[in-house]
């Protein structure tokens, strides 16, 4: 009786679940759908769920007009480096906060956090001339130290959630061993913290890959990630729905790929040591 | 002729080029238009025509005009050409900020382009932009529904004519709006199309003095109107629609009018993307009875050179061959003259091959009698018809396109939109020292 | 425990993040600032190498004293609010879901969390065209299949729009966080209530909601830290007609196409105001969660 309540309730729940998930995902495969679509299927009434004649029309015509390739090296250069380079300031930084806290190491963070409230625009100007001054416009070096300042905030503080939950007796049996400060760094807490630091890169390789204000604006040709590909799909004259659709596939799925293969990463990643 | 021939011709042409100038590569900001993305597409001509290479920014509209005025005013000089537009360029022309085009060569022959669209790139008597293209705006209806309602559609109608007639063609069962006109936010959107509405109610944007006149009755005699007309005959949502969007309607057979860019014609007739391609006909866009101007602009997507280029050559090389009588010649040879650039060149509209095209001669009657100088009955402190030459005005026109806009929505009445608009543009002057 | 020779490695290992941050944080405010001070207007010929005017407060003044200034705040509380509320209420709704045993877990989660992936522009844009589009979008497919007068969307319902379309990018990433926080939750807990005949509503506010409280809070830190800056979303759809121009928006509005920068620093300068008063306020609540 017991089981058959419980096998009910999975019924139930699997397909609750199922449908939650299919509603959430809908628009995404929407959009992957309907870039195999002709313009005018695009926008047939009724709409056309699977059956018609697919068609990599759409994408040949976005590969014609502008060479994916090179904007998608861009994202994957500007996004990798930037994380990188933003993981390596702020290990040493977070792993202070950790295990070295002082009364100020709290009203640090947030205050780390709150530089991310400034709005984008209102220094745009401010920026852009900075950027002008220095020759650092459509460079791949502007953008990964603009896209690494953005996000350390976020980065310094998901290693210090990580570092908090390492216990600190293995880190002083170790300095009693006679460990330097950079052997364990290296040897003991690295290794510990290697989850951490592998979801906390994830996550910010998909805020960077996803940036586009600063990606957008100061860059022109050489540097131009994927978030000026869209921009050159998005309203033209005439039907679009299908190229822009095209447009967006290309744009999402090298993200959308390497999210789902390493979802369990990323799981523990957004988790911000909110498990407790 | 054969191909071949051609491409020895080209090879000898750019082996000329190459060895007088070095090749470089130029950066080349432009809109993501039909036309433009076609003229990406014929690059290769001009590479091996001249040795140069082009990298191509093309962006959305609204993006694209973010990026180039960021970029001319904190001279980031990312770009060695930029496409503008007639807005823009006396602006930035008289800020020192374009290179002016005076020493074009000879076979280019200056003296074709349309005076208009001349004028209209120039400040003080210099060129400072070449037209792309150019537009005026005019009527395009659908021949079948007109006859259908009865009607017929006068070469120069009126307003109050044009509003019988949506009337008269709507059939909301069939989903055919008997009109559909821009009522998106912005001011190349919709307050383009209702500036220039108003203008031939008689209405303006400022008197002599600079003050907002939108507390005077035309205004209020033109907004009434148009909203009138658009709940009666207009689609459901008209409030969000702007050029692209009222193009999907008509290319769908769902408007029995439209009012819009010349260049729109291409489109609408075009068999391949239209299902009403053979039933389009063309009229000067209306008037109200008694008012002497009609509410047709006059626009030009054109190719300036920023100064402080180093490529300055290169760019006139290109700016010379994209807006050249040549390559309008390329475009008809490999897409037929129905898709050539139009609105720039009198040349054009002097060729034969080009004037059977059926909106060639209401596109060049349209852009002949649009003049910026007099956009409506009463004078004007400013230039430009569907907008006032100053650096203020995108900003104004703009946020009252969007008190204009949530009246189209049914958000806020005629009067609260005027009133506001009128507010915020003599605030927005008097903040820039007009006032 | 730490010792002295620590304390001052600690320090040195943090110098550099901070130092970043602070150049950062203190560089474009600072010209932001001096901006705000100055009439500044490049289509006039305004520049930095030709001297800018000082104006005092004026900009200041006129950036308040305009006619959009509190209805862009109020825009903005909105639809942060509004963001925070749905993608807490869903979130909390989904990981529930989610935490039970159902067939395909694996495959739901991933369908849940793919918004997350997709750029804001990109979502925009798909929700505006193939979506809201008033003729072509789906959702007036589907009205007019059940015989309804399809919605104007971004016209009509913007506000509310422009908040479903954040809280389908956002409500991953809130579903995500509060999963991992009721998987932690001890199940014998559950298990001895549910035996006691606790009814379900009284197990969720006595049990799981308090076991949460963390977890919610950090959500509601960091969408806020992402929303109130939001931008695309707005560009894309309504470009701030229709009630949808919030405070970043209306700056965007000043500096991009009025071209007054003095006036869009100023309105920087009162962004950051609010950004500040909002985390204060957060800081307030948040604060003490977050010690745990």
């Given at each position: 009786?017991?089981?058959?309540?419980?096998?009910?309730?999975?019924?139930?729940?699997?397909?609750?679940a199922w449908a939650v998930g299919l509603l959430i995902f809908f628009?995404i495969y929407?959009?992957?759908?309907?870039?195999?679509?002709?313009?005018?299927?695009?926008?047939?009434?009724?709409?056309?769920?699977?059956?018609?004649?697919?068609?990599?029309?759409?994408?040949?015509?976005?590969?014609?007009?502008?060479?994916?390739?090179?904007?998608?090296?861009?994202?994957?250069?500007?996004?990798?480096?930037?994380?990188?380079?933003?993981?390596?300031?702020?290990?040493?930084?977070?792993?202070?906060?950790?295990?070295?806290?002082?009364?100020?190491?709290?009203?640090?963070?947030?205050?780390?956090?709150?530089?991310?409230?400034?709005?984008?625009?209102?220094?745009?100007?401010?920026?852009?001339?900075?950027?002008?001054?220095?020759?650092?416009?459509?460079?791949?070096?502007?953008?990964?130290?603009?896209?690494?300042?953005?996000?350390?905030?976020?980065?310094?503080?998901?290693?210090?959630?990580?570092?908090?939950?390492?216990?600190?007796?293995?880190?002083?049996?170790?300095?009693?061993?006679?460990?330097?400060?950079?052997?364990?760094?290296?040897?003991?807490?690295?290794?510990?913290?290697?989850?951490?630091?592998?979801?906390?890169?994830?996550?910010?390789?998909?805020?960077?890959?996803?940036?586009?204000?600063?990606?957008?604006?100061?860059?022109?040709?050489?540097?131009?990630?994927?978030?000026?590909?869209?921009?050159?799909?998005?309203?033209?004259?005439?039907?679009?729905?299908?190229?822009?659709?095209?447009?967006?596939?290309?744009?999402?799925?090298?993200?959308?790929?390497?999210?789902w293969?390493?979802q369990?990463?990323?799981?523990?990643?957004?988790?911000?040591?909110?498990?407790? | 002729?054969?191909?071949?021939?051609?491409?020895?011709?080209?090879?000898?042409?750019?082996?000329?080029?190459?060895?007088?100038?070095?090749?470089?590569?130029?950066?080349?900001?432009?809109?993501?238009?039909?036309?433009?993305?076609?003229?990406?597409?014929?690059?290769?001509?001009?590479?091996?025509?001249?040795?140069?290479?082009?990298?191509?920014?093309?962006?959305?509209?609204?993006?694209?005009?973010?990026?180039?005025?960021?970029?001319?005013?904190?001279?980031?000089?990312?770009?060695?050409?930029?496409?503008?537009?007639?807005?823009?360029?006396?602006?930035?022309?008289?800020?020192?900020?374009?290179?002016?085009?005076?020493?074009?060569?000879?076979?280019?022959?200056?003296?074709?382009?349309?005076?208009?669209?001349?004028?209209?790139?120039?400040?003080?008597?210099?060129?400072?932009?070449?037209?792309?293209?150019?537009?005026?705006?005019?009527?395009?209806?659908?021949?079948?529904?007109?006859?259908?309602?009865?009607?017929?559609?006068?070469?120069?109608?009126?307003?109050?004519?044009?509003?019988?007639?949506?009337?008269?063609?709507?059939?909301?069962?069939?989903?055919?709006?008997?009109?559909?006109?821009?009522?998106?936010?912005?001011?190349?959107?919709?307050?383009?199309?209702?500036?220039?509405?108003?203008?031939?109610?008689?209405?303006?944007?400022?008197?002599?003095?600079?003050?907002?006149?939108?507390?005077?009755?035309?205004?209020?005699?033109?907004?009434?109107?148009?909203?009138?007309?658009?709940?009666?005959?207009?689609?459901?949502?008209?409030?969000?629609?702007?050029?692209?969007?009222?193009?999907?309607?008509?290319?769908?057979?769902?408007?029995?009018?439209?009012?819009?860019?010349?260049?729109?014609?291409?489109?609408?007739?075009?068999?391949?993307?239209?299902?009403?391609?053979?039933?389009?006909?063309?009229?000067?866009?209306?008037?109200?009875?008694?008012?002497?101007?009609?509410?047709?602009?006059?626009?030009?997507?054109?190719?300036?050179?920023?100064?402080?280029?180093?490529?300055?050559?290169?760019?006139?090389?290109?700016?010379?061959?994209?807006?050249?009588?040549?390559?309008?010649?390329?475009?008809?040879?490999?897409?037929?003259?129905?898709?050539?650039?139009?609105?720039?060149?009198?040349?054009?509209?002097?060729?034969?091959?080009?004037?059977?095209?059926?909106?060639?001669?209401?596109?060049?009657?349209?852009?002949?009698?649009?003049?910026?100088?007099?956009?409506?009955?009463?004078?004007?402190?400013?230039?430009?018809?569907?907008?006032?030459?100053?650096?203020?005005?995108?900003?104004?026109?703009?946020?009252?396109?969007?008190?204009?806009?949530?009246?189209?929505?049914?958000?806020?009445?005629?009067?609260?939109?005027?009133?506001?608009?009128?507010?915020?543009?003599?605030?927005?002057?008097?903040?820039?020292?007009?006032? | 425990?730490?010792?002295?020779?620590?304390?001052?490695?600690?320090?040195?290992?943090?110098?550099?993040?901070?130092?970043?941050?602070?150049?950062?944080?203190?560089?474009?405010?600072?010209?932001?600032?001096?901006?705000?001070?100055?009439?500044?207007?490049?289509?006039?010929?305004?520049?930095?190498?030709?001297?800018?005017?000082?104006?005092?407060?004026?900009?200041?003044?006129?950036?308040?004293?305009?006619?959009?200034?509190?209805?862009?705040?109020?825009?903005?509380?909105?639809?942060?609010?509004?963001?925070?509320?749905?993608?807490?209420?869903?979130?909390?709704?989904?990981?529930?879901?989610l935490?039970?045993?159902?067939?395909g877990q694996g495959v739901v989660r991933i369908l849940v969390i793919a918004p997350?992936?997709?750029?804001?522009?990109?979502?925009?844009?798909?929700?505006?065209?193939?979506?809201?589009?008033?003729?072509?979008?789906?959702?007036?497919?589907?009205?007019?299949?059940?015989?309804?007068?399809?919605?104007?969307?971004?016209?009509?319902?913007?506000?509310?729009?422009?908040?479903?379309?954040?809280?389908?990018?956002?409500?991953p990433?809130?579903t995500?966080?509060?999963?991992?926080?009721?998987?932690?939750?001890?199940?014998?807990?559950?298990?001895?209530?549910?035996?006691?005949?606790?009814?379900?509503?009284?197990?969720?506010?006595?049990?799981?909601?308090?076991?949460?409280?963390?977890?919610?809070?950090?959500?509601?830190?960091?969408?806020?830290?992402?929303?109130?800056?939001?931008?695309?979303?707005?560009?894309?759809?309504?470009?701030?007609?229709?009630?949808?121009?919030?405070?970043?928006?209306?700056?965007?509005?000043?500096?991009?196409?009025?071209?007054?920068?003095?006036?869009?620093?100023?309105?920087?300068?009162?962004?950051?105001?609010?950004?500040?008063?909002?985390?204060?306020?957060?800081?307030?609540?948040?604060?003490?969660?977050?010690?745990?």
């Amino acid at each position: 009786m017991a089981r058959s309540t419980t096998t009910r309730r999975k019924i139930i729940t699997t397909a609750a679940a199922w449908a939650v998930g299919l509603l959430i995902f809908f628009p995404i495969y929407w959009t992957i759908l309907t870039s195999f679509k002709t313009e005018a299927q695009a926008i047939n009434d009724p709409p056309l769920f699977f059956f018609f004649d697919w068609t990599l029309e759409n994408y040949a015509v976005v590969q014609e007009r502008s060479d994916y390739m090179r904007f998608l090296w861009n994202s994957v250069i500007i996004s990798g480096l930037s994380t990188l380079l933003g993981v390596m300031i702020a290990v040493p930084a977070a792993w202070s906060m950790a295990f070295v806290p002082s009364r100020r190491t709290k009203d640090i963070l947030l205050w780390m956090l709150s530089t991310k409230m400034l709005p984008a625009v209102g220094v745009l100007y401010p920026i852009s001339l900075l950027f002008v001054k220095f020759g650092l416009l459509d460079t791949r070096t502007g953008l990964v130290v603009v896209l690494m300042l953005i996000n350390l905030p976020i980065i310094v503080w998901m290693l210090y959630t990580y570092f908090k939950e390492i216990p600190g007796e293995i880190l002083e049996a170790a300095r009693m061993d006679g460990a330097t400060l950079r052997e364990e760094i290296v040897y003991i807490l690295t290794p510990m913290a290697i989850p951490g630091i592998a979801s906390t890169m994830l996550l910010n390789f998909i805020l960077a890959w996803n940036e586009a204000f600063w990606t957008l604006n100061l860059t022109a040709a050489k540097a131009a990630p994927l978030t000026a590909f869209i921009a050159s799909y998005s309203s033209p004259e005439g039907l679009f729905f299908a190229k822009l659709s095209a447009a967006s596939t290309m744009a999402i799925a090298p993200i959308l790929i390497l999210g789902w293969f390493s979802q369990k990463q990323l799981v523990r990643g957004l988790t911000f040591g909110a498990v407790k | 002729m054969s191909f071949a021939n051609a491409l020895r011709a080209a090879t000898s042409l750019a082996l000329v080029f190459g060895a007088t100038a070095q090749a470089e590569t130029i950066t080349i900001a432009t809109v993501n238009n039909g036309d433009m993305i076609r003229m990406q597409g014929l690059t290769e001509d001009f590479t091996t025509k001249t040795g140069h290479t082009v990298e191509w920014v093309t962006l959305e509209e609204n993006v694209l005009r973010q990026r180039v005025t960021t970029d001319i005013t904190t001279k980031g000089g990312q770009f060695d050409i930029m496409t503008i537009g007639m807005y823009e360029t006396p602006i930035w022309g008289k800020n020192g900020w374009l290179v002016p085009l005076d020493d074009l060569s000879a076979e280019y022959d200056v003296d074709d382009l349309l005076p208009a669209m001349r004028n209209g790139l120039s400040y003080d008597g210099t060129l400072f932009a070449a037209p792309f293209y150019g537009e005026s705006s005019m009527i395009m209806y659908r021949t079948d529904l007109m006859e259908k309602a009865g009607l017929e559609m006068p070469e120069a109608p009126t307003w109050q004519f044009i509003r019988q007639a949506a009337a008269a063609m709507t059939d909301r069962a069939n989903d055919i709006n008997g009109i559909c006109l821009r009522g998106k936010a912005g001011w190349g959107e919709g307050g383009a199309f209702i500036t220039v509405t108003a203008n031939s109610f008689g209405a303006r944007w400022f008197d002599e003095e600079w003050n907002a006149q939108f507390d005077q009755p035309e205004w209020k005699e033109a907004l009434e109107f148009f909203v009138g007309m658009m709940s009666e005959s207009g689609p459901a949502g008209y409030a969000t629609n702007g050029f692209n969007e009222n193009l999907s309607l008509f290319q769908q057979g769902k408007c029995g009018m439209w009012i819009d860019a010349t260049v729109a014609a291409s489109f609408v007739t075009n068999p391949n993307d239209s299902s009403v391609a053979d039933k389009v006909g063309f009229a000067l866009a209306p008037n109200s009875e008694g008012v002497e101007k009609r509410s047709n602009w006059l626009w030009a997507w054109a190719l300036a050179i920023p100064a402080g280029t180093q490529k300055t050559d290169a760019a006139k090389q290109f700016i010379e061959w994209a807006t050249s009588k040549d390559y309008i010649e390329l475009v008809a040879a490999k897409e037929g003259w129905a898709n050539v650039p139009p609105g720039a060149r009198t040349s054009l509209y002097e060729n034969p091959n080009y004037m059977e095209v059926p909106f060639a001669k209401m596109t060049l009657d349209s852009i002949l009698s649009a003049d910026p100088n007099n956009p409506t009955v009463k004078p004007v402190p400013y230039v430009g018809i569907q907008f006032a030459a100053i650096p203020e005005f995108a900003g104004i026109a703009t946020e009252v396109s969007q008190e204009f806009s949530a009246v189209y929505a049914g958000q806020q009445s005629v009067d609260e939109a005027l009133a506001k608009a009128q507010a915020l543009t003599n605030d927005a002057m008097e903040a820039a020292g007009y006032r | 425990m730490a010792t002295q020779h620590s304390r001052s490695a600690a320090r040195l290992m943090m110098a550099p993040a901070v130092i970043l941050l602070l150049g950062w944080m203190l560089v474009p405010l600072t010209m932001t600032l001096f901006f705000s001070f100055k009439k500044y207007l490049p289509m006039r010929g305004d520049s930095l190498e030709n001297g800018l005017e000082w104006v005092g407060f004026e900009n200041y003044v006129r950036f308040i004293g305009s006619s959009s200034f509190w209805p862009s705040v109020q825009a903005t509380l909105v639809i942060v609010g509004g963001v925070l509320a749905i993608t807490v209420i869903l979130g909390i709704f989904l990981a529930i879901l989610l935490d039970q045993p159902f067939w395909g877990q694996g495959v739901v989660r991933i369908l849940v969390i793919a918004p997350f992936f997709v750029m804001p522009t990109v979502s925009a844009l798909v929700w505006k065209n193939m979506f809201m589009d008033p003729v072509n979008g789906i959702l007036a497919h589907l009205w007019r299949f059940f015989g309804a007068e399809p919605v104007s969307w971004l016209s009509d319902a913007s506000l509310q729009s422009i908040i479903m379309i954040v809280s389908w990018q956002w409500l991953p990433f809130a579903t995500l966080i509060l999963l991992t926080a009721i998987q932690s939750l001890d199940s014998e807990q559950l298990e001895a209530a549910e035996m006691d005949g606790a009814p379900v509503v009284q197990r969720f506010f006595y049990i799981v909601l308090p076991h949460l409280g963390r977890a919610i809070t950090i959500v509601i830190l960091i969408q806020t830290i992402f929303l109130l800056s939001i931008f695309a979303e707005i560009f894309v759809t309504t470009g701030g007609a229709f009630g949808t121009r919030t405070l970043t928006y209306l700056i965007f509005q000043r500096v991009i196409d009025s071209q007054n920068i003095g006036l869009g620093s100023a309105g920087g300068v009162y962004a950051i105001i609010l950004a500040n008063i909002v985390a204060a306020f957060l800081m307030r609540i948040v604060g003490k969660n977050l010690d745990a």
